[in-house]
């Protein structure tokens, strides 16, 4: 740096410093009595007075140096100053990596910042203090678990004992409100990330503070133990995933407090000299030379402008020479230059009235070296990111704004813009921390009472719980009320929406592709950079502290959406024949062209190599695109690297590319996301022979330059293989397609969990007015006598008041920055990108196997998301075009979810689940029936193939949707017995009212009897999945049963309750797809014409009689535990079973023609299971106990008579259980909101009929000797022989088993015919 000496500063470099134009008329060295005056008073000295300015020895150039240099080294702080007692240490203070920690952590390369990675990791610093007033800070980046304080070179910590859990250590922690010293009690406010802790330490009076954004918690600990042989280390201690950044002193204290030293010395030297070069440079920016006035002029810094006047920038560089070293220090930049910085934008106005930092910076790039402006401009914004990070919230954001504009004018330079861009943006810095706004924990502090004064929550609920959007008995001071708080909600956005369009204002500079003066445009460096962030967050060898938190990428995504479809809109309006931005999608090429990289992600039809390998002729064929063998030998496709033909050789190949910028040190240097330690994990997957030349050139995401993103002649750059179906029109810049297919899967990899955790506090909200409502009902109600109850529920009400005070106004804060009107607009856009996406794919054949599965994920969570996330606040039946997209959906969800070309079993149970939500809410269900007849046809019979070769749960719950409100006592929403009980979340699918679809029911009528096969196999594999759900339910009811009876231990596993609900859940809805099919198409079963009719009745039949006996028979089982009430089994009741039994046998015993119901009546009474109480239990008839089947039958009481005596409650006691006398029975009476007149008449019907049916059954049948009986069932006669092995048995066990099996039982010969066998007289 030395050699920056005189005139010669300027020969290291050939600058054009203006144009001839802009240079004033007087050039040249000024004559040297205006020079020295000149010179003077750039650098005044501190002992001359402007009385001695006559007496002033003359001061040109030559002589400068000299004289900064005495300027510079007066007043200086000798180093023996800067020694104080009380401290013990190295400087800089660090954290102790060496030897003072305990558990697993994660330290960053400057030894400040630190990861819990273990249970409860503890950590102290290098330096101690033993006597004096000593402050340092910890900034908050996660507001977990941890305690932060003091403690002695003594403290033993371990997993479970850290800060302030042993006697001499000491600690606050904010996530529990607490402070720690062996025990523990309330203490100060909880934290949240984005605040700064100060710890403070009073040796002499031997107490400990804790401030909190620089307010002051009160003293924590007094008497604290002092004297010879104590001194104390900053410590902390903190769970797994938790971070903090420390500062001892290596920066400014954010908070400094009078009377307490930071523990590591500021740079006192240094900064004076940097404050005294800064007012130099500050008089040179004020003071012009008028050479022909020959006089010095003051004017406003403000329009100072580099012009190429020799005498400012000889001046200037010598005072460079002195200040760029400095500014090269990250104390000194926060200190010096950010303020300054700060000062100069102070005033207001837009960032573009400001151009003098345009203009110091361009003299940064000119007077300093490359790597000091590097190192300064990595330094000034590592510092405006910790401040915007960690300024607290104050009403009108006032922090966040001042530092967002600096960020804004400081990246409006496009040199220090593209530097930032390749080298710090994403690299060092994790820079989406500018697009993130905090929600305030604390409302007080963050000035939302003064902002929205007046609160208001929903205190109108429907039956159901939810809260009613407009209420009609509203009254007028409530509606006064919601009023004044709608109007403090819009005075919040509006003061968010300032920063908002302040992020968006920086990212439409980085998306700047005009900038190509200075090499590669803005908006190519950062695709690049976006790309890798992308590839960060999706892969998971990544670090889990690399992942960025989901709460930024909410806010990134948002400003990104804006600032894209500004961009979008602007390219549009230039060439209209474009796309515009509300029609946006990303062409299906993207996906197979191997220009963009989808690192690891899954696609629609598997493994990329796999695709490669099965369908390289469809891309010959529909998009021109040949596969080099030699790539499909490859594992997949971003470990290659592969060149074009002109093949230059030397580039490295694609896994030692990679590797190098993983293990780049400055990525550890990452707003802590990604640690040094982390660094060592990721290595490359496999090394790499040379790679072959290929057909289509894949280059690593670094190498690509605007030719191969935008295309030049001839070359489609990203859209390389349009295919035939795809319109030859042009869309947008390519960038912006990428860009926006990122944005795509940032949402899919953790935007859409995010939206979901925040509805927590409207769900908070909403549980807390429910209990103040209800809590204001008791007072009311609550004796005048007793008014030790009132007093209580008046302490409940007002904790309840304030709570919902409180959380009403965060909850304002949720809805302006993450639910609001624009952001859900910004989410529906990105839904109809990706409806148009699948869609243009899939009209590509064979190739939609190479979209990734995100964009289905994405296009089914983003409705959901409007759906569930973002209402009351606002309705999705608001969004434009919303009927039409439904449909648009659901004809995705219909065609896709039995796709052959989809192979992943997590995206099809996706598909199906979003299909299976789609049928339950009446609108949605509307789209469906919407779409093309041909896709619902397809769609029915998708769900009506067999069960076995597919996972079949989803479907049926699918069509038993499609059926519920039209079944026997099936429109209710919930269970009779489960009715007095709050459902958890009211907006569960399961809980939405019935709306059946009589059109999609037509269509499976149609489907089911025009091909008998199909509905064969069908109905097969209902039975079987349903004798299945059934014997399973049974068999672990009998094990919780033996549970429940032991007396050592009583409780069950919950898993295995679940499972058994599950299976009882399951037999119902089979129960009921069986009702949807005899009422629909009766035929299946009662027209024996059709090959498998007689069959599927029999097996219809067996399977009734089991379900009725098991769950009727008297003191049985699913009685006991019924009536045990375990958590889990809340579903299991007789209600929903009997009541679906009871209308598969109304539909074939009542409602049927003549020969239909004598078929049944035979089969069911043939079938030996056949219990005539079973039936009677169903009125609550049963008789008592011992009464046999046969007795029963022989003296039955005339079905239509009086029935009132023996009405049954729904909800049998568990009190009743020891005798079955005083239980009253199950009856179907008792449900008469549920069941209707005319149904119970079916009843009684249908139970006279098989009274009257059985009588003559008995009276005709002739016993049958042993020998004549099927020797599978032993309860028929035998009526089939075999051939050609001719053995014997009944039809009904040969029909079965010949559904799924051709071998005989008996000598597992293959069956070749069965014919009638009657048994030959005998004579």
């Not at 990721?682 to 935008?710: C, F, G, N, Y």
Request: proline share 5%; aromatic share 8%; net charge negative.
């Amino acid at each position: 740096m030395s050699s920056k000496g005189g005139g010669t500063a300027l020969t290291r470099r050939n600058y054009r410093l203006a144009s001839d134009t802009d240079k004033p008329r007087s050039t040249g060295i000024v004559n040297e009595r205006l020079l020295s005056e000149y010179l003077h008073h750039v650098f005044p000295s501190a002992k001359q007075g402007p009385a001695l300015a006559s007496l002033r020895k003359p001061l040109g150039f030559q002589d400068l140096p000299a004289h900064l240099e005495k300027l510079l080294s007066e007043d200086a702080p000798s180093e023996e100053n800067q020694t104080v007692e009380g401290r013990l240490g190295p400087q800089p203070v660090v954290l102790d990596h060496t030897s003072g920690f305990e558990g697993l952590l994660f330290v960053d390369d400057d030894l400040l910042g630190v990861i819990g990675h273990s249970n409860f990791s503890s950590i102290r610093a290098t330096t101690c203090v033993y006597k004096g007033k000593w402050a340092y800070e910890v900034l908050i980046s996660s507001q977990g678990l941890m305690q932060i304080g003091w403690c002695t070179l003594n403290c033993r910590f371990n997993q479970e004992e850290g800060v302030g859990d042993t006697p001499d250590s000491y600690a606050y922690d904010g996530n529990r409100v607490r402070k720690w010293n062996v025990t523990t009690t309330n203490y100060g406010k909880s934290w949240a990330a984005g605040d700064i802790v100060s710890c403070l330490i009073d040796l002499d009076e031997g107490t400990i503070t804790f401030c909190l954004n620089g307010q002051s918690l009160g003293t924590a600990f007094t008497n604290i133990k002092t004297g010879p042989g104590v001194a104390y280390f900053p410590a902390i201690s903190l769970s797994f995933k938790e971070s903090v950044a420390f500062n001892f002193g290596s920066r400014p204290l954010r908070y400094p407090v009078d009377g307490y030293l930071p523990l590591q010395n500021p740079p006192a030297a240094d900064l004076m000299k940097a404050h005294k070069l800064l007012g130099y440079i500050k008089n040179v920016l004020t003071t012009t030379i008028d050479a022909q006035e020959d006089r010095l002029v003051e004017k406003d810094c403000g329009v100072w402008r580099l012009h190429g006047e020799p005498t400012v920038l000889i001046t200037l560089a010598h005072i460079f020479n002195h200040f760029a070293p400095l500014m090269c220090k990250v104390y000194l930049v926060e200190d010096v230059l950010m303020n300054f910085l700060l000062g100069i934008l102070e005033g207001g106005g837009s960032v573009d009235e400001h151009p003098l930092i345009q203009q110091l910076l361009d003299l940064f790039w000119l007077l300093m070296e490359d790597h000091e402006v590097n190192e300064c401009l990595k330094q000034l914004m590592m510092s405006l990111l910790r401040a915007y990070r960690f300024s607290p919230i104050i009403p009108d954001l006032g922090f966040q704004i001042h530092y967002l504009r600096l960020t804004t004018a400081i990246l409006r330079h496009e040199k220090s813009r593209k530097y930032l861009l390749n080298n710090v943006l994403f690299d060092v810095l994790r820079s989406v921390v500018f697009f993130y706004i905090k929600t305030p924990l604390r409302v007080k502090e963050a000035g939302l009472e003064e902002l929205i004064p007046t609160t208001w929550w929903p205190t109108h609920f429907d039956k159901e719980g939810k809260d009613e959007r407009e209420p009609k008995d509203e009254s007028a001071d409530e509606r006064l009320r919601r009023r004044a708080y709608e109007r403090g909600c819009q005075r919040l956005k509006k003061r968010i929406e300032v920063v908002e369009e302040l992020q968006v204002q920086i990212l439409r500079l980085l998306l700047n592709n005009k900038d190509k003066s200075t090499g590669e445009a803005s908006r190519y460096i950062f695709l690049n950079k976006f790309r890798k962030f992308l590839q960060e967050n999706a892969s998971n060898r990544g670090h889990p502290t690399a992942l960025c938190p989901p709460e930024y990428m909410v806010c990134f995504l948002h400003r990104l959406i804006t600032a894209v479809r500004a961009c979008w809109d602007e390219g549009h309006h230039k060439s209209p024949s474009s796309v515009s931005s509300e029609e946006a999608y990303v062409p299906p090429q993207l996906f197979y062209n191997g220009k963009v990289d989808y690192f690891d992600l899954q696609r629609l039809g598997g493994l990329l190599s796999h695709l490669k390998k099965t369908l390289k002729d469809d891309l010959a064929s529909k998009a021109n695109i040949i596969i080099d063998p030699a790539e499909i030998q490859a594992t997949s496709m971003d470990d290659l690297d592969e060149d074009d033909e002109s093949g230059a050789a030397q580039r490295p190949s694609g896994a030692e590319a990679r590797y190098s910028w993983l293990s780049s040190p400055t990525l550890g240097r990452a707003n802590r996301f990604l640690s040094t330690a982390a660094v060592s994990l990721m290595t490359p997957r496999r090394t790499l022979s040379q790679p072959e030349k290929v057909k289509v050139r894949t280059l690593a995401v670094e190498q690509r330059t605007e030719e191969d993103i935008e295309g030049s002649h001839g070359n489609d750059g990203l859209l390389l293989g349009r295919p035939l179906e795809e319109p030859d029109q042009p869309i947008a810049d390519k960038s912006l397609l990428e860009i926006v297919d990122g944005i795509v899967m940032m949402y899919n990899l953790s935007v859409h969990q995010q939206l979901g955790k925040m509805v927590v506090v409207s769900d908070d909200v909403h549980e807390y007015a429910v209990a103040l409502k209800d809590t204001e009902e008791k007072i009311t109600r609550c004796p005048s006598r007793r008014a030790d109850i009132l007093e209580e529920l008046q302490k409940s009400q007002k904790v309840f008041a304030e709570k919902l005070n409180h959380l009403s106004r965060r909850l304002a804060w949720i809805n302006a920055t993450i639910y609001s009107k624009e952001k859900m607009l910004d989410i529906y856009w990105l839904l109809c990108v990706c409806i148009r996406t699948i869609e243009h794919a899939d009209n590509t054949g064979s190739l939609f196997a190479f979209a990734p599965e995100f964009y289905l994920n994405v296009a089914m969570n983003a409705y959901s998301a409007l759906k569930n996330y973002f209402s009351p606040a606002n309705s999705m039946e608001e969004l434009p075009g919303y009927e039409e997209t439904l449909s648009q959906l659901a004809a995705i969800l219909a065609k896709h979810f039995a796709d052959p070309r989809i192979v992943g079993t997590d995206i099809k149970d996706s598909l199906m689940q979003a299909l299976a939500s789609y049928v339950c809410y009446p609108q949605s269900l509307r789209a469906v029936e919407r779409i093309p007849e041909e896709q619902r046809v397809a769609m029915m019979k998708n769900l009506l193939a067999p069960y076995e070769q597919r996972p079949w749960a989803q479907t049926n719950w699918i069509l038993v949707r499609l059926w519920r409100g039209c079944g026997f006592g099936y429109r209710y929403t919930r269970l009779p017995h489960l009715l007095k009980t709050k459902p958890e979340d009211a907006n569960l699918p399961s809980l939405q009212k019935p709306c059946p679809s009589l059109l999609l029911q037509r269509h499976m009528a149609e489907l089911l009897s025009m091909d008998k096969d199909m509905a064969a196999s069908f109905l097969n594999s209902v039975l079987n999945q349903l004798n299945w759900a059934f014997s399973e339910f049974i068999g672990m009811i009998q094990e919780i049963q033996q549970a429940a009876e032991r007396p050592e231990r009583n409780f069950v596993d919950t898993r295995q309750l679940k499972v058994c609900a599950t299976c009882f859940d399951l037999s119902v809805s089979l129960l009921r797809v069986l009702e949807m099919t005899v009422t629909l198409v009766p035929e299946i079963f009662l027209d024996w014409s059709r090959p498998s009719a007689e069959l599927l009745l029999r097996r219809l039949a067996q399977l009734l009689n089991q379900v009725l006996n098991r769950v009727t028979a008297e003191k049985n089982l699913f009685d006991r535990v019924v009536n045990l009430r375990l958590p889990g089994l809340e579903s299991v009741d007789h209600y929903p079973i009997l009541v679906a039994v009871t209308g598969i046998l109304v539909r074939i015993l009542v409602d049927g023609d003549r020969q239909g119901v004598s078929r049944a009546a035979s089969v069911l009474l043939s079938d030996p299971c056949f219990q005539l109480h079973s039936i009677q239990h169903l009125l609550g008839e049963g008789g008592d106990s011992s009464s046999s089947s046969a007795a029963v039958a022989s003296s039955v009481r005339p079905a239509v008579g009086s029935l009132g005596s023996s009405v049954a409650t729904p909800l049998p006691s568990a009190a009743g259980t020891s005798g079955s006398s005083e239980r009253k029975h199950f009856s179907l009476h008792a449900y008469t909101d549920y069941i209707s007149e005319e149904e119970k008449q079916k009843v009684e019907m249908m139970l006279a009929f098989l009274t009257e049916e059985s009588k003559q059954a008995a009276a005709s049948t002739a016993p049958t000797s042993e020998e004549d009986l099927c020797p599978i069932c032993y309860a028929h006669s035998i009526s089939a022989i075999f051939k050609p092995c001719s053995h014997k048995s009944c039809k009904a066990c040969i029909n079965q088993h010949l559904m799924n099996n051709k071998d005989c039982f008996f000598c597992k010969a293959t069956i070749i015919g069965v014919e009638d066998y009657s048994k030959p007289a005998t004579s």
